[in-house]
Every structure is written in structure tokens, then in C-alpha cells.
T-cell receptor, first 109, second 114 residues
Framework: GQNIDQPTEMTATEGAIVQINCTYQ??????LFWYQQHAGEAPTFLSY??LDGLEEKGRFSSFLSRSKGYSYLLLKELQMKDSASYLC??????????WGAGTKLIIKP | SQTIHQWPATLVQPVGSPLSLECTVE??????LYWYRQAAGRGLQLLFY??????ISSEVPQNLSASRPQDRQFILSSKKLLLSDSGFYLC?????????????FGNGTRLTVT
């Protein structure tokens, strides 16, 4: 079956760095997305990886290892506004998105 | 620029009542359109998607239906709501099927069936 696993909740301190991991099992693979979702709001697109390696966008970076079925989202210089859920989604061979349940990130002062 | 509108933002409906949620996209032509449902603490569940007018694919069997009467309009309906239909409903669009094409979500409708 197709499956996405990511931690349910993580806690980090303002100004620190946090890494949110995601492992996936899909029928074929055509890329991995990360979305941010604040409480009560819609998800917003953060990043996309299809090749192995690190993609950097300001304070956020996303890494992919296709051979390991593994990705992580790295958030640097954490701010209180980064408190949100982070959703990992993999695209299968039919370009359908398989979604993880999300990781709730709590930032403490 | 492209925008997506979804309404209403919140809805409280009794069991057995009908439902109609509407979504429209502006600034793009022939988008792929999607309806998702998100239950508390769960991942996004794809309900329906459409690649063109009148073309609807259903991902899960349920008492919900979708229609696309116009290119940039997507409607989610039910004739009789169940308690289990409560959740956060999200409409989304993307440019193409395949490749790098992120989903862009509307603000969502929080539906409570009582």
C-alpha cells in the first residue's frame, strides 16, 4: 500500500533549528511536496523535490533521498509564526498526491 | 494572478439536510480542480478531482457528489448529510496533471453536522 509517515508533534525553541522527517512508500514516485498549515487555515505550498539533494529557500530547506524514500524539512532561525502543521505529500506514478497526517510544530519562546 | 474563492467559511447543518459548497478560480484557464476533506488530526483525503468541464473522478464512495458546470467552478453537494461528513473541506486547483504542479488551496469550509 501507499503510505506517508511523519511525526505527530514536535517542539522547538524560538531562534533554533528543527528538522521534520518524512518517509514515504508509493507506487512509483514523481516528487515530494511540503506544505505549511496554520491552525484553522488552508495549507500553503513550501517546497518541491524530485531529485536527490537539498533545496534551499530562505530559512526553509527541503531534502530528498529517493533511494531511501526519505525527506526532511529544515527550518532555521525559528520564529513564533512558524508554529503550524507541516504536511508531507508524495506524488505517485499517476501523479496523485499521497498525504501524511502532518507534523504539528510548537515553538516556545 | 490566480485566486481561488471558496464559500461559505463555516457551516452548521443538521443531519439529513442538503449541502452545497462552491469554489471558483480566477486568473487561469482549464485548471485541474480538487475537493479534499481534512478530519481533525488526519491527513488530507481526496474526494473528487476534475480535469475539465463535466469530468469528475471520485476517489472514495460516499454520499457526496461533485459537479463542474463551468471551467473555473467546482461544486460539492450532498442530498442528505451524515454526522461523519463533519470536517474541513478544501477546494484546490493546479495548472497541469503531472510534473511540478503544486496545489493551491482555497480558505476552506468548516462543516459541522449536528
Amino acid at each position: 500500500g501507499q503510505n506517508i509517515d511523519q511525526p505527530t508533534e514536535m517542539t522547538a525553541t524560538e531562534g533554533a533549528i528543527v528538522q521534520i522527517n518524512c518517509t514515504y512508500q508509493t507506487s512509483g514516485f514523481n516528487g515530494l511536496f511540503w506544505y505549511q498549515q496554520h491552525a484553522g487555515e488552508a495549507p500553503t505550498f513550501l517546497s518541491y523535490n524530485v531529485l536527490d539533494g537539498l533545496e534551499e529557500k530562505g530559512r526553509f530547506s527541503s531534502f530528498l533521498s529517493r533511494s531511501k524514500g526519505y525527506s526532511y524539512l529544515l527550518l532555521k532561525e525559528l520564529q513564533m509564526k512558524d508554529s503550524a502543521s507541516y504536511l508531507c505529500a508524495a506524488t505517485d506514478s499517476n501523479y496523485q498526491l499521497i498525504w501524511g497526517a502532518g507534523t504539528k510544530l510548537i515553538i516556545k519562546p | 494572478s490566480q485566486t481561488i474563492h471558496q464559500w461559505p467559511a463555516t457551516l452548521v447543518q443538521p443531519v439529513g439536510s442538503p449541502l452545497s459548497l462552491e469554489c471558483t478560480v480566477e486568473g487561469t484557464s482549464n485548471p485541474n480542480l480538487y475537493w479534499y476533506r481534512q478530519a481533525a488530526g488526519r491527513g488530507l483525503q481526496l474526494l473528487f478531482y476534475s480535469v475539465g468541464i463535466g469530468q469528475i473522478s471520485s476517489e472514495v464512495p460516499q454520499n457526496l457528489s461533485a459537479s463542474r458546470p463551468q471551467d473555473r467552478q467546482f461544486i460539492l453537494s450532498s442530498k442528505k448529510l451524515l454526522l461523519s461528513d463533519s470536517g474541513f473541506y478544501l477546494c484546490a486547483w493546479s495548472v497541469v496533471t503531472g510534473g511540478f504542479s503544486p496545489l493551491h488551496f482555497g480558505n476552506g469550509t468548516r462543516l459541522t453536522v449536528t
